[in-house]
């Protein structure tokens, strides 16, 4: 039986980032000791009869707490900012999770071992997003030249929260942890913790976006035990661009020494001409290369 499991969430509208996904997985002979799982949020018949014949298990996704009806009304997928704190109720037979955004896809085998590896012992297994190369790391508006509006991801999603003030100060500079990939195993205290805490997000925020909160009032308010992975093992391209490496075929990070890109995660969205690369595969972008050369590139999973 196999003891861990990846899993993912998509509607019909995301099913060929998630089919992608799965494929950039299973291309790797280590994967078939791990289990693959879905989420479906919406998936259509033939989708779903698609990625049975690639996956282990597919369960429909639930609100697993309660949410205002007029939030939510057509809107399905919104249940991954729910159901990913709940994986073990869904899939309870695996010992370690490792979550991936469907708009996410894998490189390199090497950052699956390390998030499995780095929620041992009860930790969550998890990536901050900054990293060399990063100019802004928090917005601000400056009044009369000294005094400024702290507009951080963190600080500004807690106070649409209405999270205590003392806990959004708590947030307001701390390096932003993204739930778009993430391990932690079947018994990690951490469940506990992120379920406690995006109830009372999603009491008076927004839906979209109120599970990342959650996670990061557990990691700087809550304490739980962290390790942190590097920002290759979940490689934000809309913040930063990676590089090529024409010789290895390979995506890299743009800075020496050029480690390896293990997890592209095109959150956000990639758009040129008004078109989001996630939706659209022939969308392509300038990058340079290792030599310096701009060139034009997908940055979605190509078999």
Request: overall charge positive; charged content about 25%.
């Amino acid at each position: 039986m196999k003891k861990n499991a990846i899993i993912s969430l998509a509607n019909s509208d995301y099913f060929e980032l998630l089919n992608e996904l799965i494929d950039s997985i299973k291309r790797f002979d280590e994967s078939k000791n791990v289990a693959i799982c879905v989420l479906d949020a919406g998936l259509k018949q033939d989708q779903k009869n698609t990625l049975r014949k690639k996956v282990d298990e597919i369960k429909s996704a639930e609100w697993d707490i309660d949410v205002s009806a007029f939030k939510v009304i057509g809107k399905e997928w919104l249940k991954s900012q729910v159901s990913r704190a709940f994986l073990p109720k869904y899939f309870p037979n695996y010992e370690k999770y490792l979550w991936i955004d469907c708009d996410a896809w894998v490189n390199d085998w090497k950052s699956i071992e390390l998030y499995f590896k780095a929620c041992e012992n009860g930790k969550l297994g998890i990536t901050q997003t900054f990293s060399p190369g990063y100019k802004i790391m928090s917005k601000v508006r400056w009044l009369f030249g000294k005094i400024a509006i702290i507009k951080s991801q963190n600080f500004k999603h807690a106070i649409s929260s209405k999270i205590n003030l003392n806990k959004a100060r708590k947030l307001a500079f701390a390096p932003h942890v993204n739930i778009g990939v993430f391990s932690m195993q079947h018994n990690s205290p951490c469940w506990k913790s992120w379920q406690h805490n995006l109830a009372t997000t999603l009491k008076a925020g927004k839906i979209f976006g109120s599970e990342g909160l959650a996670i990061n009032m557990s990691v700087y308010i809550d304490n739980v035990e962290t390790e942190f992975l590097p920002l290759n093992c979940n490689w934000i391209a809309s913040n930063l661009l990676p590089k090529y490496d024409d010789k290895e075929q390979t995506f890299v990070e743009p800075y020496l020494p050029n480690y390896k890109i293990g997890i592209m995660h095109l959150a956000a969205g990639i758009w040129k001409d008004n078109k989001d690369m996630r939706l659209d595969k022939n969308v392509t972008i300038d990058i340079k290369n290792l030599d310096g050369n701009t060139i034009l590139k997908s940055l979605r999973f190509n078999q």
